[in-house]
C-alpha cells in the first residue's frame, strides 16, 4: 500500500478544528473576548507521536512558528481565524489561495524562520 505525501492532511485538518470548536464551546461562559491558540510538537518520548494543545490568551499571543491562533468573542457571535498571528512551518498552500503583492508578504515570518534555522534563503 502506497503512502500519499499529505494525506492525513485533510483528517488533522478537520481534527484540529473541532477541537478548536469545543474548547470554544467549553469557555461560552467567558464573556471577554479571548485567543484560541492551538499548537502541536514531537512527544520526547515517542518521536512518532505528536502533542496536541490549546490554550486561551485574553491578550494577542505572541507570534511563534507553528502556531494556529483564532479570535472569540462570545458576546458577538464570533469564531475566526487570524492568519495574521498563524505561522504553520510547512503547510503547503495551494499558490491561488496566495497573494502575490509585496506588501502582503510577512518579511518577519521569514526572518523569524531563518533565525530559527527553519527556512533558508
Known amino acids: 500500500m502506497a503512502v500519499e505525501i499529505g494525506e492525513a492532511r485533510e483528517a488533522w485538518g478537520m481534527n484540529v478544528l473541532n477541537l478548536v470548536t469545543d474548547f470554544a464551546e467549553q469557555m461560552k461562559h467567558v464573556r471577554e473576548p479571548f485567543y484560541i491558540v492551538f499548537h502541536a510538537k514531537q512527544d520526547r518520548n515517542n518521536p512518532n507521536t ?20 483564532w479570535y472569540v468573542d462570545h458576546r458577538k457571535s464570533e469564531i475566526r481565524f487570524v492568519p495574521e498571528l498563524s505561522s504553520p512551518p510547512d503547510v503547503p498552500i495551494d499558490p491561488s489561495l496566495l497573494s502575490d503583492k509585496a506588501e502582503d508578504a510577512f518579511t518577519r515570518v521569514m526572518e523569524t524562520g531563518q533565525k530559527a534555522k527553519i527556512l533558508l534563503s
Open 50 to 69: 505528536f502533542r496536541q494543545a490549546i490554550r486561551a490568551y485574553y491578550e494577542k499571543p505572541p507570534f511563534l512558528l507553528g502556531l494556529l491562533v
